[in-house]
């Protein structure tokens, strides 16, 4: 009896500390972007980016992309997701030339994102369609008015 209550301790607390680890390694991912984020704000034109600011506003809670708070955004694997489609989505706009250390930061960053698998292929794709699609829906309205 007592080895088998030992055993479902020993592997609960073995479970425990693989979410503890997933939960830092996504905060991580968070902060990193977050910075990229920050680091690039005041070089580029905000108002160009703002339907995809919005979109990702959506499922950012109390905060900004901008500067992102709170344990609850930071320990989330959906902003990090967010965060890689909105700075891929300005690296898409901006000159080549332009951000060569943050383009690396994304890409290592979007890598181990990647590799903690939160989310299948598909969904991520079909996520970052509908967040181009937003976008396109915004502009077209915009221009309309």
């Not at 919005?54 to 905060?63: A, D, K, L, P, W």
Request: charged share 25%; with cysteine.
């Amino acid at each position: 009896m007592y080895t088998n209550k030992h055993a479902a301790k020993s592997l609960e607390k073995q479970h425990l500390r693989g979410v503890r680890k997933y939960y830092l390694c996504i905060t991580d991912i968070n902060i990193a972007l977050s910075k990229v984020h920050q680091a690039i704000m005041p070089q580029i034109d905000l108002e160009q980016y703002k339907f995809a600011t919005e979109y990702i506003h959506q499922y950012i809670s109390h905060t900004s992309v901008w500067n992102l708070k709170f344990v609850v955004n930071l320990e989330s694997p959906e902003v990090a997701l967010l965060q890689i489609f909105h700075l891929h989505y300005i690296f898409e706009q901006e000159p080549v030339e332009k951000f060569a250390n943050e383009r690396a930061i994304l890409k290592e960053q979007e890598e181990a994102f990647l590799a903690l698998k939160p989310f299948k292929e598909d969904h991520i794709e079909r996520r970052r369609q509908a967040m181009l699609d937003d976008i396109i829906k915004q502009l077209s309205a915009n221009m309309k008015e």
